[in-house]
């Protein structure tokens, strides 16, 4: 039995078996954990053993 795409609480949205929250406090967290890790790798890179 499929499951309707629109049910569910107000600010979330059904993708496939996923709930997705909707706002921009998770996208501003998604931004800033990308942001450390590519600050993370620029290092390793600049201080990698020669």
């Known amino acids: 039995m499929p499951i309707p795409l629109d049910e569910g609480a107000p600010g979330r949205r059904r993708v ?3 709930w997705i929250e909707e706002g921009m406090g998770v996208v501003a967290l998604g931004a800033a954990i990308l942001t450390l890790f590519t600050l ?9 053993p020669t």
Do not use: C, D, K, Q
């Open 40 to 48: 993370l790798y620029v290092l390793a890179v600049i201080f990698r």
């Open 16 to 18: 496939g078996p996923f």
